[in-house]
């Protein structure tokens, strides 16, 4: 009996620090990860930390395990999910019901507001924060600015006509031919005519535009230009007049 009595004292022995493992844990979800750290440092408890992009203050607990209430077990280990904050996604181009949408599923606050600038209307055409930036999105918003539909107009005055209604296609724009209407001078601009001492050289100039340059052009209005026509000799070189033959 006593020597069974020997061989039990070491077995009871090695389960009395036991006891001392189980703890009721505090929560510290939405708090700072390092009010967990000096927890877990003061309690003697590996903490190991899975950190991930989520709507959360960057640096703050998303979860951890065990829980609020529970026991570390006997491997004094605790596992955490630390937020790395939100990264905003890129809705550059995205008409305006997509980016709601997307944000929406993100769980991402948002404001909006429309802006006369480049762009189809509907249109995100500039975003705070900036595309893939990360940010705390306890404290802002994503915010989009819409475009109402249109374009800044380009330098148009001083170019042949032809040249400025290819530029304005080109920008999504349509050019009207306003003074003086004419298809001709619209599809070729340019022309030369032979003449006996010099040729002739006409060139459609486009001498004003509606809405004029560094203005604002929607797209469902065409854009009117007005044109001269520039008239110069060229090549110039001698003539020799041939008179009717008299036989």
């Given at each position: ?93 995205a008409p305006l019901p997509d980016a ?99 040729d002739i050289e006409r060139t459609a ?43």
């Amino acid at each position: 009996m006593r020597a069974f009595a020997l061989r039990l004292f070491p077995v009871l022995v090695w389960f009395v620090p036991i006891a001392a493992i189980a703890e009721d844990l505090p929560n510290f979800v939405g708090k700072p990860v390092g009010d967990l750290r000096a927890f877990a440092s003061s309690q003697n408890i590996t903490l190991r930390e899975e950190a991930f992009l989520s709507s959360a203050p960057p640096d703050y607990v998303v979860w951890h395990v065990p829980g609020e209430g529970g026991a570390v077990g006997f491997d004094r280990v605790m596992r955490a999910g630390v937020s790395l904050g939100a990264e905003a996604p890129n809705l550059l181009g995205a008409p305006l019901p997509d980016a709601v949408a997307q944000l929406e599923a993100m769980g991402l606050p948002y404001a909006s507001v429309p802006v006369a600038e480049p762009g189809f209307a509907g249109e995100v055409v500039r975003q705070t924060p900036k595309p893939l930036e990360k940010f705390d999105a306890s404290r802002l918003v994503v915010f989009l600015a819409v475009s109402e539909g249109g374009i800044a107009m380009p330098a148009l005055a001083g170019r042949r006509l032809d040249h400025a209604l290819a530029a304005l296609r080109q920008a999504g724009l349509t050019g009207a031919v306003e003074h003086p209407p004419s298809s001709h001078w619209a599809a070729n601009s340019y022309e030369v005519e032979k003449g006996c001492g010099s040729d002739i050289e006409r060139t459609a100039i486009v001498s004003h535009s509606t809405p004029p340059q560094g203005s604002f052009s929607g797209f469902e209005q065409p854009v009117m230009l007005q044109y001269d026509i520039r008239t110069r000799r060229i090549n110039p070189r001698g003539c020799i007049f041939r008179g009717p033959q008299i036989e």
